[in-house]
């Protein structure tokens, strides 16, 4: 019998640590590079006074009629301008041109307690000083702006997240292992993903619906960029990639996910604006809960801590020390199934909450709030 194996599990794709391993590293590729240049030009033929091997032509140029090879490079001229490099004093993250008036967004887990950045233009070698307007870890997004933002921003356009379909074509740009600028392609994998990320360092281990799953690859550094689709809109952030247990733990080839734009610039909007998320979009229950443990001291629900007064859970008649066990048709056995759940519905929706209490098993409906 095979041993089971543990499902794919993501991870925030950055901030990129910096310091002399990232400038080895980055050496060490173009080293690389530089090197299979010339044994690509090899064989043991002697080159003539102008430096063409004897006995042979020089290479034909290469074709530019290609059409998605141009749509490429239009939409890479179009949005390399608007994504920046943000460096922290423990890492590196990706970020993108809001506005004219130097906000940046990007990723909660990019800027972690910092609160001063530099931020470095992909059109420039200066760093920029910036500063924190505001992080909501819950959707793991942030904005930080440019003290003095230089004339000639490019803030960046956003898409439609609702005209998001599979197969679309897609480019991630960001700082991928502190390499700035760099792009790569796939497609769009799947949409309307809710994963959560694990908690740890700078990741606020959120729980997030409704993502852009993609098969561009993101690495760390990412964080932050843009994924991009071929009318040079932004359609998410570069958030996560996955990991392959089979692999020992190092992200799993082509499974990257975004968060999607609607969610940015709902986030961005009030975060520059207030400082703060009054309306994050998500739903809610109302209320503060933890992990239920059965007698054989198993996960086998979320027990309600405290109800929000006057909130949708209130409302339906929940009380503290109710064990919700199913929210739908989804079962929920921890905290975070209770999250996951939740992160999969809108505010407004009406669902069904099955809860045990007194070892009774109830039924509530419940019209969901906004967290």
Known sequence: MHPKKEPTRPIPAGPRPTGPRLLLSGAALVLAATLVTGCSSGGSSSAGASGTPSGSSSAPAPSSGNQLQDDYQKVIANVLPSVVQITTATGLGSGIVYDTKGNIVTNAHVVGNAKTFTVTLPNSSKALEATLVGSYPESDLAVVKLNSPPSGLKPATFGDSGKVEVGQITLAMGSPLGLSSSVTQGIVSATGRTVSEPKGGDSPGATIGNMVQTSAAINPGNSGGALVNLSSQVIGINTLAATDPDMN??????????????????????????GKVSNSGRAALGISARTYFNSDFQPAGAVVVSVTAGGPAASAGLQPGDVITKVGDTAVTTLNGLTTALAALQPGAKVTVTYQREGETKTAEVTLGSL
């Open 249 to 274: 733990g190092s992200a799993a080839p082509g499974i990257g996910f975004a968060i999607p734009a609607a969610t940015i610039t709902n986030i961005a909007d009030q975060l520059i604006k207030d």
